[in-house]
């Protein structure tokens, strides 16, 4: 049993991603807009467990607040707003998909040979060690979203202000959009 | 131990997935929710290389990817709504105002 636990412990990563990928298959090739809302939750769900378990304790609990909480409740009112009075989509994919995922398919491939020896070879020279800053006996942020605060507010204060202007902008233009009479 | 191979085939995955629903799906919430996952793959690349090099700079530009996913959502949702006030369908083949 704890042999068990312990291969999970130290696979939770993979097993995080292998459900992030199914789940956004799942979210790709499901018909109705409902199921590909609820594919496309767990997705971000798996995502923030990548994230937890790559010790990006603030951005997972971020992508989970924004993504599960924020983003999905917004999808599934715009659902609700446009899918519902709608008959079932008669034809789910495009006329050309086939291409699509053949040419797809061949970037992918392209890559991977292109990436051969990076993605599949022996791993890096040098394993990701928990916490290297702790390993280097350098003493830094001891918490995570200490230390994410501050590069945030510290080293990248310009983007960070960018992007409030960019959210605010963006605010505005969506009422404006949405609004019933144009101005 | 994550290998930092693993996090990027992972990632390029996610990215590839993302890329096929743009391209093969009529619905025009399903393509935004795609490129949704095409930003989250980005943001795990950068995640796994901010751990990478034991700098925090990746996780807060990370955050910042994050924002700027929202402020993309909120405009695209708005507009499939006016879109759907006006032509009264999401499916984006049924949209071919500039085919002449």
């Known amino acids: 049993m704890e042999h068990l636990l312990e291969t999970i412990g130290r696979n939770l990563f993979a097993i995080f991603g292998v459900m992030a990928l199914g789940s956004a298959a799942f979210m790709v090739a499901s018909r109705s807009a409902v199921h590909s809302v ?146 | 131990m994550v290998s930092l191979n693993l996090v990027l085939l992972v990632s390029f995955l996610l990215f590839s997935i993302g890329i096929i629903g743009v391209l093969i799906r009529r619905n025009a919430l399903v393509i935004l929710m795609c490129v949704e996952l095409m930003l989250n793959a980005a943001n795990l690349n950068f995640i796994a290389f901010a751990r990478h090099s034991g700098s925090v700079s990746g996780q807060a530009f990370a955050l910042l990817v994050m924002g700027f996913a929202a402020a993309e959502v909120a405009v695209g949702l708005a507009l499939v709504v006016a879109l759907y006030r006006k032509r009264d369908t999401v499916q984006v083949d049924d949209i071919n105002l500039l085919k002449g």
């Open chain 1, 38 to 183: 609820l594919g496309f939750l767990f997705t971000m769900l798996c995502i923030a467990g990548c994230f937890l378990s790559l010790e990006a304790e603030f951005i997972g609990m971020a992508q989970i607040l924004v993504y599960a909480g924020g983003i999905v409740v917004l999808f599934l009112f715009v659902v609700m707003l446009v899918e519902m009075s709608k008959a079932k989509e008669k034809e789910v994919f495009q006329l050309q998909s086939r291409y699509a995922i053949v040419a797809v398919l061949t970037v992918a491939a392209a890559f991977v040979g292109l990436f051969r020896k990076v993605i599949f070879g022996s791993a890096s020279p040098d394993a990701l060690v928990l916490r290297p800053e702790l390993a280097r006996g350098l003493n830094v942020a001891q918490q995570n979203a200490q230390a994410v605060s501050r590069g945030l507010f510290a080293d990248y204060l310009l983007p960070f202000e960018i992007l409030s202007v960019v959210l605010l902008v963006a605010l505005v233009g969506a009422v404006v959009l949405a609004k019933k009479e144009r101005v």
